[in-house]
Nanobody
Framework: QVQLVESGGGLVQAGGSLRLSCAASGRTFMSYTMGWFRQAPGKEREFVAA????????YYADSAKGRFTISRDNAKNTVYLQMNALKPEDTAVYYC???????????????????WGQGTQVSISS
């Protein structure tokens, strides 16, 4: 049974940092693209960043470029999202997801992801 378990969320002040973790289990993820999405109250779930597990290649939403870094640890079967220079508008529930998608053009589409975690709350105070 595939499980994606997020952790690392919390409440921080604007300008601060957080590192989210996504522990993956239940299958081999080497062929997968791992993505981070977020959903703020009253808004649609939006793409943040993605990484190809096999190559480590990455792809970011414009809102994440220069502030967020996605990475993975093969030995721990864990994907990370390092978030720096956080802003109040980054407040959301952050979700980890897994997809077999191979092209970058459709990577931000949440419908392309087969497995999802339960989410972790990130709150940024001004």
């Amino acid at each position: 049974q595939v499980q994606l378990v997020e952790s690392g969320g919390g409440l921080v002040q604007a300008g601060g940092s957080l590192r989210l973790s996504c522990a993956a289990s239940g299958r081999t993820f080497m062929s997968y693209t791992m993505g981070w999405f977020r959903q703020a109250p009253g808004k649609e779930r939006e793409f943040v960043a993605a990484i190809r597990w096999s190559s480590g290649s990455t792809y970011y939403a414009d809102s994440a470029k220069g502030r967020f870094t996605i990475s993975r640890d093969n030995a721990k079967n864990t994907v990370y999202l390092q978030m720096n220079a956080l802003k109040p508008e980054d407040t959301a529930v952050y979700y980890c997801a897994a997809s077999l998608i191979t092209g970058w053009s459709r990577t931000p589409e949440r419908g392309r992801y087969d497995y999802w975690g339960q989410g972790t709350q990130v709150s940024i105070s001004s």
